[in-house]
């Protein structure tokens, strides 16, 4: 992103380039982002995280006047594809940080992690993708799904938001 935004500010091709290359490069490694850093013990519980689509929706924005046509919308939409309909569960009226490798909800301490905060700042970069694509139904999707997040996440002892985990398919009551 800063190097898309360098090129922009200076016209230097170079910082273009570094920037086209990164994002061509997370594209490539998006099935494993970490790579030979992986901590997971293959087999073991094949989890699918949601930060690379919910990031790649802002970052294809970001870089769109140096990437090419065909690249960036097909990016845009498995990205919102990923956000809206897979980490979203609307049998839960929100969006997890991890489902198992086909989409499903994972029993398990990372499949049941809600992170609200991430869940808006998510929305925001969907509202500008709706924005873009001129999909208002979009926009109001992804303000529903801010609204009720933002009412699941907050403390009303302590006042603000915090990471929280709910049990499969059964929201809190309020």
Excluded at 15 to 22: C, L, P, R, S
Excluded at 25 to 52: M, Q, V, Y
Excluded at 103 to 129: C, K, Y
Aim: contains cysteine; charged residues 25%.
């Amino acid at each position: 992103m800063a190097f898309g935004q360098l090129y922009l500010a200076t016209g230097n091709e170079e910082y273009a380039h570094i920037a086209k290359v990164t994002y061509q490069t997370i594209l490539e490694k998006s099935d494993n982002p970490k790579g030979k850093w992986n901590k997971a013990i293959p087999g073991a519980r094949d989890l699918k995280g949601f930060a690379l689509p919910m990031i790649m929706c802002n970052l294809s924005l970001e870089l769109e006047p140096l990437l090419d046509e065909k690249v960036l919308n097909n990016t845009i939409e498995t990205c919102i594809h990923e956000v809206m309909e897979v980490f979203y569960k609307p049998e839960l009226g929100l969006i997890v940080e991890n489902v198992t490798a086909d989409g499903q909800l994972s029993d398990s301490f990372e499949g049941r992690q809600v992170n609200p905060g991430h869940t808006l700042e998510a929305m925001w970069f969907i509202m500008d993708l709706g924005v873009r694509l001129n999909k208002p139904e979009l926009i109001e999707k992804a303000v529903r799904i801010s609204l009720d997040a933002a009412a699941y996440g907050w403390d009303k002892e302590y006042e603000g938001f915090s990471i929280l985990w709910t049990e499969k398919g059964i929201l809190p009551s309020s």
